[in-house]
């Protein structure tokens, strides 16, 4: 997934083919804003007048970068994870009682597995936001928008990831399990937009007239 020109990926994004979709975007435009975050801090580092955060910041460019990959890597597990269940969706009858068990147990495990991926890019765009958060009070003022870009996107993957828990919950018959998912999903979700309402109105309030 990663290998394709942003043409390409683009292309089959708006195709009628099953993958990519909404989880892989998701985990790009989190992936995007982690990037941002690392060229933050690559503006940052070196600069005297950060001196003091110097240390901070190689640690904030460090983890941006694992993110940055991370993030990017789930494109290609979301695409494996749906890619089962979406076989499973095309059998339309069974020939047997214990054939139609068999089925049921399948897609229970193809719908745990298809929201795994996008729980973990909610994971990583929280653990995003939150250097983001760091950055915007220790990174270099010239850059602040880009925290503010990168924040916004790594929101944007935390919401659109949450829906893509959501439709494969709904699914699911065993209800603990998609409860205890989904509960998770919302957490996560209210973490990740809190922070990034916090980064958003700082950055904005900064770049006002007459601050």
């Known amino acids: ?59 904030l460019a460090a983890s941006m970068e694992e993110l940055r990959s991370g993030l990017a890597g789930l494109m290609r597990k979301d695409a494996e994870a749906f890619e089962p269940l979406a076989g499973l969706y095309k059998v339309k009858s069974c020939s047997s009682p214990e054939e139609e068990r068999a089925l049921e147990i399948r897609k229970e495990q193809a719908l745990a597995g298809a929201c795994a991926v996008p729980l973990e890019v909610l994971r990583l765009s929280c653990r995003c936001l939150e250097g983001l958060e760091e950055l915007e009070r220790k990174g270099s003022v010239l850059a602040c928008s880009d925290v503010g870009a990168g924040a916004s996107l790594a929101a944007a993957a935390a919401q659109a990831s949450f829906l893509n828990v959501l439709i494969n919950t709904k699914a699911m018959k065993d209800r603990e399990t998609a409860s205890r998912m989904q509960g998770e999903g919302e957490a996560l979700l209210k973490s990740a937009n809190d922070t990034a309402g916090r980064i958003y109105a700082r950055v904005t309030d900064r770049l006002a007239p007459g601050n």
Not at 14 to 34: D, H, R
């Open 1 to 59: 997934m990663t290998e394709l020109s942003i043409n390409d990926f683009l292309s089959r994004l708006s195709s009628g083919a099953p993958v990519p979709g909404g989880g892989a975007a998701a985990a790009l435009a989190g992936a995007i804003g982690a990037g941002l975050g690392g060229m933050v801090c690559s503006l940052t580092a070196g600069k005297k007048k950060y001196a003091a955060y110097e240390t901070d910041i190689k640690r």
